[in-house]
C-alpha cells in the first residue's frame, strides 16, 4: 500500500484554475482522531470563499478545502472508542476534506445508516451541522412554529426545508427563478424574490401573523423586511451576508417592542465543543430519520475526483439545487 495520496490545494487566490492537485504523506490520526478514507466529499460556499482569498482556514489549520466527507475509517488514534477500522462514516472537518483521506474529529464523525449511499452521506455533515446549529440551537425553532429560510435552493437552504418538514415546521422560502421556485415546491413555499415582494407574498399567505424564525444569507438589504416578518419573540439569524454586510438602518424601536432576537454565527469559529454538542443533536433528532430514508440531502449533480475545476464552476454559477458533491472513489 502506498503511503502518499492525493489532494487538491489552492495555489492562490482567483478563479477555479487555481485549483491543482498534489501528492502527499497520507496523514496520521492523533489520539482523538479518525482517519477516512475518502469516498465522497461534498462542497460548500465556504470553500468557494476561501478559493476566493475571502475566508482563510485559521491558523495552524490545514490551508487544504473541504469541510465535509464520506468514506470507510482507515485508522483511529489511541483514544478514539466509538469508530473502528472498517465503518462506514461520514464527518464535519476541520479542513482537508479534498483528498484521498482525511482525518477528522472523533466528536464530528457521524455512522452512515444502512441504506444511504456515500454520496448521499457526503452532503450531510456541514449543512447538518449548520442548520441544527443555527435554526434549531440559535433560532429555537420548534413544531407549530413558522420558518423563513433565504436561498431556499442552496444546499443549506434545501437541508433547513426539509428537515423543518420533518419536525412540523412549516416554512417559505425565497429563491431567484421560477425554475427554482418548482424544484423546491415539495418541501415549502417558495417565493421568487426577482418578481414577488416576499414581505407581501408572507402576509398573504398568513393574515399578516408574521414568522417566528429566519436563517439569512442575504444579509443587509432584506434587514427591515425580516424585523418585519418577525413576529414578538421571533429570532432572526444570520449565517452569511452576501447582500451586504452593513445596513444604514435599524429599527431599533421594533426590535425592542416585538422582543426580537437578532444573532448568527460560523461553523469555522466553534471550538471542538461547540461541534460535539452539535454532533449529539444530529445523532438524537436528525440520523434517526436518515436510517428511515427521510430527510436526506438532495444532491444537484456529482463529478469526479479529477473534475474538482468543474464542481466549483458550477458552484459559482449559483445554478444548483441543493448539493454538488465529488467522487473520490
Same mark, same amino acid.
Given at each position: 500500500?502506498?503511503?502518499?495520496?492525493?489532494?487538491?490545494?489552492?495555489?492562490?487566490?482567483?478563479?477555479?484554475?487555481?485549483?491543482?492537485?498534489?501528492?502527499?504523506?497520507?496523514?496520521?490520526?492523533?489520539?482523538?482522531?479518525?482517519?477516512?478514507?475518502?469516498?465522497?466529499?461534498?462542497?460548500?460556499?465556504?470553500?468557494?470563499?476561501?478559493?476566493?482569498?475571502?475566508?482563510?482556514?485559521?491558523?495552524?489549520?490545514?490551508?487544504?478545502?473541504?469541510?465535509?466527507?464520506?468514506?470507510?475509517?482507515?485508522?483511529?488514534?489511541?483514544?478514539?472508542?466509538?469508530?473502528?477500522?472498517?465503518?462506514?462514516?461520514?464527518?464535519?472537518?476541520?479542513?482537508?476534506?479534498?483528498?484521498?483521506?482525511?482525518?477528522?474529529?472523533?466528536?464530528?464523525?457521524?455512522?452512515?445508516?444502512?441504506?444511504?449511499?456515500?454520496?448521499?452521506?457526503?452532503?450531510?455533515?456541514?449543512?447538518?451541522?449548520?442548520?441544527?446549529?443555527?435554526?434549531?440551537?440559535?433560532?429555537?425553532?420548534?413544531?407549530?412554529?413558522?420558518?423563513?429560510?433565504?436561498?431556499?435552493?442552496?444546499?443549506?437552504?434545501?437541508?433547513?426545508?426539509?428537515?423543518?418538514?420533518?419536525?412540523?415546521?412549516?416554512?417559505?422560502?425565497?429563491?431567484?427563478?421560477?425554475?427554482?421556485?418548482?424544484?423546491?415546491?415539495?418541501?415549502?413555499?417558495?417565493?421568487?424574490?426577482?418578481?414577488?415582494?416576499?414581505?407581501?407574498?408572507?402576509?398573504?399567505?398568513?393574515?399578516? /401573523?408574521?414568522?417566528?424564525?429566519? %436563517?439569512?444569507? =442575504?444579509? #443587509? *438589504?432584506?434587514? @427591515?423586511?425580516?424585523?418585519? +416578518?418577525?413576529?414578538?419573540?421571533?429570532?432572526?439569524?444570520?449565517?452569511?451576508?452576501?447582500?451586504?454586510?452593513?445596513?444604514?438602518?435599524?429599527?431599533?424601536?421594533?426590535?425592542?417592542?416585538?422582543?426580537?432576537?437578532?444573532?448568527?454565527?460560523?461553523?469555522?469559529?466553534?471550538?471542538?465543543?461547540?461541534? /460535539?454538542?452539535?454532533?449529539?443533536? %444530529?445523532?438524537? =433528532?436528525? #440520523? *434517526?430519520?436518515? @436510517?428511515?430514508?427521510?430527510? +436526506?440531502?438532495?444532491?444537484?449533480?456529482?463529478?469526479?475526483?479529477?473534475?474538482?475545476?468543474?464542481?466549483?464552476?458550477?458552484?459559482?454559477?449559483?445554478?444548483?439545487?441543493?448539493?454538488?458533491?465529488?467522487?473520490?472513489?
Amino acid at each position: 500500500m502506498s503511503n502518499t495520496m492525493q489532494q487538491i490545494m489552492i495555489t492562490e487566490p482567483g478563479g477555479v484554475e487555481k485549483l491543482a492537485y498534489e501528492s502527499v504523506a497520507i496523514p496520521t490520526p492523533e489520539a482523538n482522531e479518525v482517519l477516512v478514507k475518502v469516498h465522497a466529499f461534498g462542497l460548500n460556499r465556504p470553500d468557494i470563499l476561501q478559493r476566493q482569498g475571502l475566508y482563510p482556514m485559521p491558523k495552524g489549520v490545514t490551508p487544504v478545502p473541504g469541510l465535509e466527507v464520506a468514506g470507510v475509517v482507515d485508522a483511529v488514534g489511541s483514544d478514539v472508542t466509538e469508530f473502528k477500522v472498517g465503518d462506514k462514516v461520514c464527518g464535519l472537518t476541520n479542513g482537508g476534506g479534498y483528498a484521498e483521506y482525511c482525518v477528522v474529529p472523533e466528536t464530528q464523525i457521524l455512522a452512515i445508516p444502512a441504506g444511504v449511499s456515500f454520496v448521499q452521506a457526503a452532503a450531510i455533515p456541514e449543512t447538518f451541522y449548520t442548520v441544527w446549529a443555527n435554526v434549531f440551537q440559535m433560532g429555537q425553532a420548534k413544531a407549530g412554529e413558522i420558518v423563513l429560510i433565504h436561498g431556499g435552493t442552496s444546499g443549506i437552504g434545501t437541508t433547513a426545508l426539509a428537515l423543518c418538514k420533518a419536525l412540523g415546521i412549516r416554512t417559505f422560502a425565497t429563491v431567484g427563478s421560477d425554475e427554482k421556485v418548482q424544484a423546491i415546491s415539495h418541501l415549502t413555499t417558495a417565493i421568487n424574490y426577482k418578481t414577488q415582494d416576499f414581505e407581501q407574498v408572507i402576509n398573504a399567505a398568513n393574515d399578516n /401573523a408574521g414568522v417566528d424564525v429566519i %436563517l439569512d444569507i =442575504v444579509g #443587509a *438589504p432584506y434587514l @427591515a423586511q425580516n424585523l418585519n +416578518l418577525l413576529r414578538r419573540d421571533g429570532r432572526l439569524v444570520y449565517i452569511a451576508f452576501l447582500g451586504g454586510a452593513k445596513a444604514k438602518e435599524v429599527k431599533l424601536g421594533q426590535i425592542m417592542m416585538k422582543r426580537l432576537t437578532i444573532t448568527g454565527s460560523t461553523m469555522r469559529a466553534r471550538n471542538t465543543a461547540e461541534k /460535539a454538542e452539535i454532533t449529539q443533536g %444530529l445523532k438524537q =433528532v436528525v #440520523a *434517526p430519520l436518515w @436510517a428511515k430514508g427521510e430527510c +436526506l440531502p438532495m444532491i444537484y449533480k456529482t463529478f469526479k475526483f479529477d473534475q474538482i475545476q468543474a464542481a466549483h464552476a458550477i458552484m459559482d454559477t449559483g445554478e444548483h439545487v441543493g448539493k454538488v458533491v465529488v467522487e473520490v472513489i
